[in-house]
């Protein structure tokens, strides 16, 4: 990251960050970061150095040459950026971090993102990931959400994380953010393992949402309501297509409904009248 770069006095800004790689199932989490930067036209804010931080000889993290239409030639690495976006409407400027997960120097990594993020005068941090699970297409999306943070906490209806063991980079960053007095959470949603091929809009459009209700602000779905409903027609193409698909969903299916749904939950249901509440007041 360049020393001399220029942060803006911001809104109340709030931050969300996605890593492609081990923390990225279908692209569903980098997809709502992409997402946001459209409809946002959000600007570049700062691009942190790839070699500081990424070995290129890895497959997925090897700089990618390009062609453009007039046959200039050009190399893209894979760096770091953080974007700014002003939405309308709204009272509160956002940051959008979109980066490989680094292969070195994570901490250093987390302490330059947390940097900036204070220089920024961001409060809340919300970190985005997904999972490849036995999850079947048919139902909603899971969407589980953890912090430590009280305010978050009752905001989102989100406990404390439970889990043990490795860790992507997202915990990692939560954890420098919170040491630094920012409230984080992670959201992180369950993609069917038999539709792994990304992309999965239903698992960005339900992450998309999920920030929604955990920052309260109306957020623009844009297509993606359009692309969620043409990946479950796929999807239900492949099922039909393939006996042992079928036969495996239905039993997903078996398990999936004799548990406690939280989509079905009064909680629910009321986080989805509040999301439909704050999108009309968009509209008038």
Request: with cysteine; charged share 25%.
């Amino acid at each position: 990251m360049s020393d001399d770069v220029d942060i803006p006095q911001l809104r109340d800004p709030w931050m969300v960050a996605a890593f492609d790689g081990w923390n990225d199932a279908a692209d569903a989490a980098t997809g709502v970061v992409d997402h946001l930067i459209e409809q946002w036209d959000a600007e570049l804010l700062l691009e942190m150095d790839p070699e500081d931080f990424y070995v290129f000889t890895e497959h997925h993290l090897r700089p990618q040459v390009h062609h453009s239409d007039s046959g200039e030639r050009a190399i893209t690495w894979p760096t770091p950026r953080i974007y700014v976006a002003h939405p309308k409407r709204s009272e509160r400027d956002v940051l959008l971090l979109r980066a490989p997960e680094p292969s070195v120097r994570w901490k250093a990594f987390c302490s330059t993102v947390v940097g900036a993020a204070q220089l920024a005068g961001v409060r809340e941090l919300y970190t985005l990931g997904a999972l490849l699970a036995d999850s079947p297409h048919t139902r909603p999306v899971p969407v589980s959400a953890s912090t430590d943070d009280p305010v978050l906490m009752e905001r989102m209806g989100a406990s404390p994380s439970r889990y043990s063991g490795p860790v992507g980079i997202t915990s990692i960053l939560n954890e420098y953010a919170s040491e630094q007095g920012i409230a984080t959470a992670s959201i992180w949603a369950a993609v069917p393992h038999y539709l792994a091929e990304p992309p999965c809009p239903k698992a960005t459009l339900a992450l998309l949402r999920a920030v929604e209700d955990a920052v309260e602000l109306s957020l623009p779905e844009g297509v993606l309501v359009e692309m969620s409903e043409a990946w479950q027609r796929g999807a239900e193409e492949v099922a039909e297509s393939d006996s042992d698909i079928a036969e495996y969903v239905e039993a997903l299916e078996s398990e999936r409904d004799t548990s406690d749904l939280p989509e079905a939950s009064g909680d629910a249901i009321a986080r989805e009248f509040e999301r439909y509440l704050r999108h009309r007041a968009d509209e008038e």
